[in-house]
Structure formats: C-alpha cells, structure tokens
T-cell receptor, first 119, second 119 residues
Framework: AQTVTQSQPEMSVQEAETVTLSCTYDTSESDYYLFWYKQPPSRQMILVIRQEAYKQQNATENRFSVNFQKAAKSFSLKISDSQLGDAAMYFCAFKPLLLYGGSQGNLIFGKGTKLSVKP | GAVVSQHPSRVICKSGTSVKIECRSLDFQATTMFWYRQFPKQSLMLMATSNEGSKATYEQGVEKDKFLINHASLTLSTLTVTSAHPEDSSFYIC???????????????FGQGTRLTVV
C-alpha cells in the first residue's frame, strides 16, 4: 500500500524568507504523480504544484519549487520569498498512474504541515 | 483549471434526518469523483470512489448504507448521509478527475467542501 509521510506538523517562516516542507512516500509503483496542495482557512483545496515521476526535472511554479528525489522517495516543497498569504495547511499527495482503464487513481494524502508566516 | 462546485457549503440537520450533498463538474465531464471526509486539523480520508453509471467503491470501514453515493451523470455525483448522527458531523469534500487527451491521469479538482453539523 502507498503511504505519504509529512514529518513536520507545523512550520514557521519569516515573511520574505524561504521555507522547505518535507514529504516522503512509499510505493512499489514506478510511474505516478506527486502533488502539493494548499488548504487555507477557507478549506478550499488549491493545487500548488505537481510532478510526474517519469520527469527528472524538478517542477517549478513561480515562488514554489520541488526537490524530487525518486530513489529516496522524497518530494519536498520550497517556498521562496514567503508571503502572508502563504499561511495555510500544506498537503503532500501521491496518485498512482493507471494506464489501462478502470477507476482513476485516487489521491493519497499526508497528514499535512501547518505553515505560519510571520510579518 | 477545471471547476468543481459543491453544494451546500454548510448544513445543519437534526439527528435522524438525511442530508444530500451535491458535487458538480461545471466545465468538464468527470468519469470519476471521489468523496473525502476531513476531521478538524486532520488530513483528507477517502470515503469512496464514484464512477459514472456504476456502483461506488467504498473504503474499508465506510458504511455504504449510511453514505449513499450516486453518480448518475458525467457532471454530477451526490453523497447522501442517511439517518445522520452527531458523530457524522464533519467536513466533506468531493473531487473530480477526467482523462485528458492521452491515456494518462490528470490532477484532481476539488469542490469547496461541505461542513455538516448534526444536532
């Protein structure tokens, strides 16, 4: 069974600084997707960034980037130039890739990391 | 990105009554929808996978007779909490996914969530 582990229940960063959120996962699959989702107080899940396992290049989206280490099964999120609006719960998620029909793979979430941003 | 609308956003019901939550994909056809439950300060736990035109697949420990799921069309899935009790009070979130032009899976799009309070 696949599992996702976020070892940091809470993190804090000063505004404009950089913070890295950790995520490790366990799977026997060779092809899959990895995601970081943000859940602000409104509780709407917002996709921050995604990574296809078959791509070696780390995904980036503006101030957000990942460090994807497939062999180590590690998928950390780096937030640069942190802003007050970045304060939220961040969930790392794993999704298996199904190529031959049947149900779409569901997301498997980590327990989340609560990020606080200090002004 | 694609839009998923979940309704209602909040509902309060009396113990013993039933509540229906709707999840609609507004600008795409969702072959698969997922229903999650989220307890305060915790992660999202998958309840069931809903496939259009077929019976939902429930996760272990989820009572299918209590949480009725119907996916009658490619744009609508409903979750009905039957004979609700206070312990059913929670935040329920749906997500929808579709298969893009290739055979590979795509990301999931989330509804806004429904906060259910049973009194």
């Amino acid at each position: 069974a696949q599992t996702v582990t976020q070892s940091q229940p809470e993190m804090s960063v000063q505004e404009a600084e950089t913070v890295t959120l950790s995520c490790t996962y366990d799977t026997s699959e060779s092809d899959y997707y990895l995601f970081w989702y943000k859940q602000p107080p409104s509780r709407q899940m917002i996709l921050v960034i995604r990574q296809e396992a078959y791509k070696q290049q780390n995904a980036t989206e503006n101030r957000f980037s990942v460090n994807f280490q497939k062999a180590a099964k590690s998928f950390s999120l780096k937030i640069s130039d942190s802003q007050l609006g970045d304060a939220a719960m961040y969930f790392c998620a794993f999704k298996p890739l199904l190529l031959y029909g049947g149900s779409q793979g569901n997301l498997i979430f980590g327990k989340g990391t609560k990020l606080s941003v200090k002004p | 990105g694609a839009v998923v609308s979940q309704h209602p956003s909040r509902v309060i019901c009396k113990s013993g009554t039933s509540v229906k939550i709707e999840c609609r994909s507004l600008d795409f056809q969702a072959t698969t929808m997922f229903w999650y439950r989220q307890f305060p300060k915790q992660s999202l736990m998958l309840m069931a996978t809903s496939n259009e035109g077929s019976k939902a697949t429930y996760e272990q420990g989820v009572e299918k007779d209590k949480f009725l799921i119907n996916h009658a069309s490619l744009t609508l899935s409903t979750l009905t909490v039957t004979s609700a009790h206070p312990e059913d009070s929670s935040f329920y979130i749906c997500s929808a996914s579709f298969e893009g032009s290739s055979s590979r899976n795509t990301e999931a799009f989330f509804g806004q969530g429904t906060r259910l309070t049973v009194v």
